[in-house]
């Protein structure tokens, strides 16, 4: 079953999100036709997003958008507040893509950003340079340089299987010295980069593999959400987009039928016009 489990450490100090989401990555992907050895990128961004977004409270959708000027050119997933998740790429068809493996040879040049919109919702952008070979230490990058946060997070992909933990530093809680939180945080973080492959994609549960790992951490753990594949679009919203358009833009669109197709590029729905709709 797909999960977000939240899970808390050292009585709050540390707050944490454990994510599997094998099903929601397959629904997602099945929609498109991208080659398979972007798989692995794509799997790593929905994992995170689902992992950032764990972390945060928002009313409304989080998205992740990796750009750049490399044969990928946009990389983008988005997560309602209940865990609707979806997504898609835009790439150079031409391109093969067997042997780029970093974020540098996939995006060139490039930046992540992160936001929140939504109703009453403070929206909130974070941006943050390509520099590093992965999507995880760019996350990183993301969270010392900007927020100084302290971040660890742990993505392990096999085959079609990906799982991600993520632990954060909480703001400072009185009573507790600045050495101590160090070292606990210098435990956890060590407790995390120890789980095993093996442990990760056996039939353990997750609050079996959070207790192996953290029993001795004051574990504590949340109900667990389950994410899953759903689009947002929906025929008004594609009207719309095309009312907005002037008639002489709209004119190019029709074709020989005299009907315009619009595809949804999140699921691939298709949702025809015709001149009637728009009195053209
Ligand atoms: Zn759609």
Redesign the pocket.
Known sequence: MDIIKSFMLEDGLFKGAFISADKTVSDIWNKHDYPADLRPLFQEAVLVALALSAGIKYQGVFSLQIKGNGPVSLLYVDVTTDKKVRGYMAFDEKSDFKDKKTLTDLFGKGQLIFSVAGLGQEPYQGVVALNHPTLVDTVKDYFRLSEQIDTELILRQHKDQGRIILIQRMPDKTGVSKEEIADLWETVTVLLNSVQNKELFSNLTVDEILFRLFHANKLQVFEPKEPCFE?R?YRGKMENFLKKMSIAERGNLYNDRGEIDVS?Q??G?KYTFTRKDFND
């Open positions: 689009c679009c949804c999140f699921c729905e």
